[in-house]
């Protein structure tokens, strides 16, 4: 090994000085209270960009709440007289909970004739 190789090797920190440094370095920079990623994009007036999964669940969702309203505005529409109805949903949601309380099994139901 040459002179200067060994007199490099000789300056070198020691492991422990090596981790003081790393341990003052966390210390300062814990202080700091710098700002995250996403308040520095939103200062910017940008943000992450989604995911695949976060686009689809959104469209999800969006999907079922224009079903959830297309459907109230349908009864809303249907011709049929409010005590008719409210009887037809009151119907409807006795079958649901049956069904659900008894296993998912759908009841079989005959059409009036």
Known sequence: MSSAMKEFMNNLPSKEDIAEIL???KDLTGNLNLPSKDE???NAGLRTRSTTTEDVLM???MFGAGILVGAGIAL????KSGRELRQDLSE???EL???YIGGGEPQTHS???
């Open 23 to 25: 341990f003052k370095l």
């Open 97 to 99: 909970r049956d069904e």
């Open 40 to 42: 520095l994009l939103s």
């Open 59 to 61: 469209g999800l969702g």
């Open 92 to 94: 409807r949601a006795s």
């Open 111 to 113: 059409a009036p004739i």
């Open 76 to 79: 809303m529409f249907a011709p």
